[in-house]
Nanobody, 123 residues
Framework: QVQLVESGGGLVQAGGSLRLSCAAS????????MGWFRQAPGKERDFVAAISGRASNTYYSDSVKGRFTISRDNAKNTLYLQANNLKPEDTAVYYC????????????????WGQGTQVTVSS
């Protein structure tokens, strides 16, 4: 079992930035591909970004490409999402997720999920 705990969400004005973190409870963090997803009220959970275990590959949705950066620190068992130039449509609960092995593309085929952190962007 891998437990994931997100933090760093909050209220920010449009054009602002936030850095989300996801702490993982595993000593083999580098064995896991990690992803960020988000879910707005009344909508499905959508893919945001993903990163391979050694951070050699990253993936982004078109809606965040060029504004968000996914990264990880395997020594600290922590995943990050730097979100810049935030827009009101970025408002959602953001979830991190983990799967052992390779990144499952842009799908939600992850085995472990955090509880989410709220990001609200005001116009």
């Amino acid at each position: 079992q891998v437990q994931l705990v997100e933090s760093g969400g909050g209220l920010v004005q449009a054009g602002g930035s936030l850095r989300l973190s996801c702490a993982a409870s595993t000593r083999t963090f580098s064995y896991y591909a990690m992803g960020w997803f988000r879910q707005a009220p009344g909508k499905e959970r959508d893919f945001v970004a993903a990163i391979s275990g050694r951070a050699s590959n990253t993936y982004y949705s078109d809606s965040v490409k060029g504004r968000f950066t996914i990264s990880r620190d395997n020594a600290k068992n922590t995943l990050y999402l730097q979100a810049n130039n935030l827009k009101p449509e970025d408002t959602a609960v953001y979830y991190c997720a983990a799967v052992r092995g390779v990144v499952p593309g842009y799908s939600n085929a992850y085995d472990y999920w955090g509880q989410g952190t709220q990001v609200t962007v005001s116009s």
